[in-house]
């Protein structure tokens, strides 16, 4: 199955700093990565995701990159805000059916004014 | 348009006994996927149901963990005879489709703590 490895484990950047959080998957059929942002207390929620059609997406302060040749992606958090602190979860899906997610074991990003 | 709703927030059980967790999906979705979350830790897939149907349980333990999607009504993630080992967060998901990239939105989670 799917292995997902998310790198770093917690992340302390000064506010205005960019964030930057590094996955490797091990499938090389997956096509489709999302990232999602939970905060303290709440659910996962999905920020961004990029298919492998595609090499990058960008959506205001967040971007993801794609290598599928290297079978890694990242996110990047430009200009970090006070309120981008959260645990920050990269995913990758299975080829099961219904295409259930394997998540990394999260980035605990810590944004200091 | 409601998004992924789960009850209860909070649930407390002693060891033994019974604990039911319920997800409504987003409207217009008709596939289910139950997380787990252990405390510091990512989530792990148990299980996804389509309405009436158990496509894949995998993740889910064998014995004392059970799950259904109705025809009506809501999604139930089933715990008999709960541990300490239970304690977790429970996350509910939904998607439109099953298809290779159908976004999965989450609901807010049921924290199961066992005493």
């Known amino acids: 199955g799917e292995n997902v490895e998310q790198h770093p484990s917690t992340l302390s950047v000064q506010e205005g700093d960019s964030a930057v959080i590094k996955c490797t998957y091990s499938d090389s059929a997956s096509n489709y990565f999302p990232w999602y942002k939970q905060e303290l207390g709440k659910g996962p929620q999905l920020i961004i995701d990029i298919r492998s059609n595609v090499g990058e997406k960008k959506d205001q302060r967040i971007a993801v990159t794609l290598n599928k040749t290297a079978k890694h992606f990242s996110l990047h958090i430009t200009e970090t805000q006070p309120e981008d602190s959260a645990v920050y979860f990269c995913?990758?899906?299975?080829?099961?059916?219904?295409?259930?997610?394997?998540f990394g074991g999260g980035t605990r990003v810590l944004v200091k004014p | 348009n409601a998004g992924v709703m789960q009850n209860p927030r909070h649930l407390v059980r002693r060891r033994g006994q019974e604990a039911r967790l319920r997800c409504s999906p987003m409207?217009?979705?008709?596939?289910v996927y139950w997380y787990r979350q252990l405390p510091e830790e990512g989530l792990k897939f148990m299980v996804y149901l389509q309405k009436e149907n158990i496509i894949d349980e995998s993740g889910m333990p064998k014995e004392r963990f059970s799950a259904e999607f109705p025809k009506e009504g809501p999604s139930i993630l089933r715990i008999q005879q709960v541990v300490r080992g239970d304690s977790a967060a429970y996350f509910c998901a939904s998607s439109l489709t099953a298809g290779t990239g159908n976004e999965q939105y989450f609901g807010p989670g049921t924290r199961l703590t066992v005493t």
């Open positions: 409207k217009g979705h008709s596939h």
């Open positions: 995913a990758a899906p299975s080829r099961a059916a219904g295409n259930k997610l394997t």
